[in-house]
């Protein structure tokens, strides 16, 4: 059964330092999310990308954060100069292309900021 | 703006007996409810949706908008039912499926 991946499971960093987290979708899937979950908190969602572009985005995606699609697999989250506040797990999630509903979730990049 | 509480952080129960995870939502227009399990060491994944009206798992959940709630119910709860459940709400603004999560209720069936 076909599945998001995510990579790297678990990465340290310095703050300050730019993070790329990357996932790869399941190929016939057309809308591409990014969620994160900082611990002891709920799910929340950070962004969402359909047709090459940004459909939506939540007030913690600011300036410091970016998406991309680099090469019609893979589907990254940049983190331009990581804070403290920024350790969180982060799910990227991607569903197909009639609205159903489901997403379909990686299992995670947990991310430490030092 | 659009909200998803669920009062009950930790859940326990025994095997066999019914168990019910609330969930109340909040949002103005006509919203799509679910929720979604996280077992041990596993992915998020969607166990129901309330257009489908159907039984996962033996798990069911019915849309009450006088009540704004959705809680979920299973009759006799097995202890591979522990897990994180969440109840999400979409509003598919712009066609997209941003869900917009619940704190998540911790599901703990002991035998």
């Known amino acids: 059964e076909p599945e998001v991946t995510q990579t790297p499971s678990h990465q340290v960093t310095q703050m300050g330092q730019e993070v790329i987290l990357r996932c790869v979708p399941i190929?016939?899937?057309?809308?591409f999310y990014w969620y994160r979950q900082i611990l002891g908190q709920k799910v929340e969602f950070l962004v969402s990308?359909?047709?090459?572009?940004?459909?939506?985005k939540s007030e913690i995606f600011d300036d410091q954060f970016s998406v991309e699609r680099p090469d019609g697999s893979n589907f990254t989250l940049k983190i331009r100069s990581t804070k403290l506040e920024d350790s969180a797990m982060y799910f990227c999630?991607?569903?197909?292309?009639?609205?159903?509903?489901?997403?379909?979730f990686g299992e995670g990049s947990r991310l430490t900021v030092l | 703006a659009q909200r998803v509480t669920q009062p009950e952080k930790l859940l326990s129960v025994f095997k066999g007996a019914p168990v019910e995870l609330k969930c109340n939502y909040s949002?103005?227009?006509?919203?799509?409810l679910f929720w979604y399990v996280q077992y041990s060491r596993q992915r998020l994944q969607l166990l129901l949706r309330?257009?489908s009206r159907e039984s996962i798992k033996g798990f069911t959940a019915d849309l009450n908008k006088g009540e704004t709630s959705f809680h979920l119910k299973k009759p006799f709860a097995q202890e591979e039912d522990s897990a994180m459940y969440y109840c999400?709400?979409?509003?598919?603004?712009?066609?997209?499926?941003?869900?917009?999560f619940g704190k998540g209720t911790k599901l703990t069936v002991n035998p």
């Open positions: 999630a991607s569903s197909g292309l009639r609205s159903t509903g489901e997403l379909f």
């Open positions: 190929s016939n899937h057309l809308y």
């Open positions: 990308f359909y047709n090459n572009e940004i459909s939506e």
């Open positions: 949002y103005s227009g006509s919203p799509e």
């Open positions: 309330h257009i």
């Open positions: 999400a709400l979409s509003g598919q603004q712009g066609g997209s499926e941003k869900l917009v």
